[in-house]
């Protein structure tokens, strides 16, 4: 489905991983070919010694042979390679990246700054629109930056990456308050109140499962995962506890897991520091910051919900003609489509009718909830999933695992937008020629199919708009 040679590589060299990611796909909308990494913990003595081990540059050379190996037989036309805080800090950082250089890789080192910058360029990828703060938590260091009306400003690294954590908190709780409070006060740097606080980096993530885990929320990836300030700072309270053991939790690595405590100990401190309004965890950070900084402008403009979705059910029969014909027919029934998480629904749900019968239980949950989109909050995914229940013709009323992520009147909407895709879907057997001559209309407290093919509406169709006016509560047509 994507060419490797047509894709991109990044080699993210951190403080406490080496990894390389090799995306494919649509630019504005990257899907992960190949995801692999190294826990080499190359910045884990940086602090004491001023030096990187030589058992963690020999584990990261290692790594690095092989993804070199690897990138050159599968031909990936481009590749760049990052390296942050553990070379910056080191006296031998500039050896390190000598060697390199030997096996063929051209390491560009970031300052602090254009860390902080670049992460945060990646959430901004993300989540359009984004304003706030975002906080990066690496093995060595925590970047923090604002970002508004599409740019970063005011970068600032501080010395708290998830591996310099645990000797500070050993100091005791006050003198970890103290400290981090310390560093706050004394970088050039101040935050906005109110803001709110864009949460990046592995062990960040693994506190939001294990937060998500807590709540029994109906979602897997903790990407998109928002809470008020006043519940975050509660639940990481809750895990920053001394003494507890650390659960094992499902989608944490067990070396990630021990990270739990100590990071949410760094949250609390954030939310009474900065006094956000609320916390997003992003799965996008710096590598996807490298990748989306790169892109022409009118790219980045790009909706990616809709660039991913659209790349999704391409190969499923669903181009642009036949979206722009399903939306033209119902959008006077079912106003949402024409958002961008409306068009996106209306394509999945044209997507659905091309997908066996006896694999289409799990699509709200599968594609709605769980499928990793960009640019859709939680409220958005649920209208993803109310809408694929009502076209394959479920009952969307009763309790729902996705009900509480969005009010009742969006969902009712998407349930009517599903009902209309099922609908107009009928109507075409999937075909923009046929459908572009139906339109769904309301009249006279009822909903008319009006075509310049009456023969279009066979029974089937007759029982889809049944079933859509009985959602609606209108009178039959």
Known sequence: MYEWARSRAIIDIGSNTVRLVVYGGPPRAPVTLLNEKVTAKLGKH????????????????????????????????R????????????????EFLAKIREIGFEPRLLSGVEEA????????????????????????????VDIADGGTSHGVSLPL???????????GDRVFVREISKMLAGADWVAEPEATLYLVGGSMRALGRAMMVQLDWPLDDTHGFALDAGKALELAKRFARRGQAVQQIDGVSASRATSIPDAAALLAVLLQKLDPKGIVFSSWGLREGVLFGSLPDAVQREDPLLAGVGAFVGPMGVDAALVEATVAALREVAPLAATPVGRAAVMLCLAAGRVEPNLRRELPVEWGLQKRWVGVDNAGRAVLASALRACLGKNGAGPLPWSALASQDLLFEARTLGH??????????????????????????????????????????????????????????
């Open 46 to 77: 940086v602090a004491e010694t001023g030096r990187l081990s030589d058992k963690a540059v020999d584990s990261v050379l290692s790594a690095l042979r092989r993804y070199k190996a690897l990138l050159d037989l599968a031909q990936v036309p």
């Open 79 to 94: 590749v760049d390679v990052v390296a942050t805080a553990a070379a910056r800090d080191a006296e031998n950082g500039p």
């Open 117 to 144: 910058e670049t992460s945060a360029t990646g959430v901004l990828g993300a989540f359009p629109g984004a304003s706030g703060i975002v906080g990066d938590l690496g093995g060595g260091s925590l970047e923090l």
């Open 161 to 171: 990456g998830s591996l310099r954590l645990p000797p500070l908190r050993a100091r």
């Open 420 to 477: 209309a895709a099922r609908l107009c879907r009928r109507l075409s057997a999937g075909a923009a020629g046929a459908l572009a001559q139906v339109r769904l209309r309301p009249r006279n407290g009822t909903i008319v199919i009006e075509s310049a093919e009456p023969h279009l509406v066979g029974d089937g169709a007759a029982r889809d708009l049944r079933d859509l006016l009985q959602h609606l509560g209108l009178a039959p047509a």
